[in-house]
């Protein structure tokens, strides 16, 4: 798993053109059963790393915290590298702190197990019941206190999916949220729908990740510059 790297210092202007501190959150989270078996899910963490990198090349301080991904730390970028979502909640509350912005890429898994187990369980072949709880939502839990702060939030869908990330921005009270599907998850090249702050939707053209995650930045450069 990456290391953490040396934050850089920075001062804290929320316009476009002079530094932002932007918080990531990229990658899965895995949710343990016993000392061994996990649940997960397939993302591989390359949307946010790509926006990380995005957002260090523009010259902005940016906060990446990371689920287990196969993927080298983006250089001027501290990585927090975490594993479940309680981690990743804690770390990004920590950034959430005093930065401008927000963008949430990371595919957190939804439930976990109300008990993990600090042996790994034997094969039973009759069978097994988990008992599942549901998971912290990091990006509503940080919306409800965003004050002046801009949030971007993603939604996974594969039907309806336009009206599901309507109500996702809402309960997640984001600025804008941008609904891509099953295709983009360990894809080179992406398309992705973007519904903005004032409810209107807009078709991005697929491209490649880095590049889509170039009009990512560049989007929240000039929502931080509106406030």
Known sequence: MAKRRPQRASTRPSRAGNPLHILITAGPTREYIDA?????????????????????????????????????PPQRVETIPVETGREMAA???????????????????????ARRDRHKL?????????????TEDIAASLGRRKGQRVTLAFA????????????KRMAKHADAIL??????????????????????WHTWPSGTKQRIAERIIRTVEKMCASR
Do not use: Q, W
């Open 36 to 72: 061994i078996r996990f649940i997960s899910n397939p993302s591989s963490g390359r949307m946010g790393y790509a926006i990380a990198t995005a957002a260090a090349a523009r010259g902005h301080r940016v906060t990446l915290v990371s689920g287990p991904v196969a993927l080298p």
């Open 91 to 113: 770390a990004a509350r920590r950034a959430f702190r005093d930065a401008d912005a927000a963008i949430f890429t990371a595919a957190v898994c939804d439930y976990r197990p």
């Open 122 to 134: 034997p094969k039973d072949p009759d069978g097994v019941t988990i008992e599942m709880t549901t």
């Open 156 to 167: 996974l869908e594969d039907r309806n999916g336009r009206e599901k990330a309507e109500r």
């Open 179 to 200: 609904l891509n599907g099953p295709a983009n998850l360990n894809a080179d090249r992406a398309a992705f729908e973007f519904l903005d702050a004032e409810g209107h």
